[in-house]
């Protein structure tokens, strides 16, 4: 969870990425703390919220 937090962190310090990509990195934050509490800190779990979730940041606003 501290990893996710960091990169949360370090990756809403950096204004020149395009906002699909900080969607992307969000997401991809956010599915790893909750595929992390959904499967009690299984490393699978964490991965798989993580792409999930990065995947559908990564779709948000695709026109």
Do not use: P, W, Y
Request: with cysteine.
């Amino acid at each position: 969870m501290l990893i996710s937090v960091i990169s949360f962190i370090s990756i809403t310090a950096c204004s020149n990425i395009s906002k699909r990509d900080k969607n992307t990195a969000i997401g991809a934050g956010i599915g790893a703390v909750g595929g992390a509490i959904l499967t009690e800190g299984s490393g699978l779990g964490t991965v798989g919220g993580a792409a999930i979730s990065g995947l559908i940041g990564h779709q948000v606003g695709k026109k």
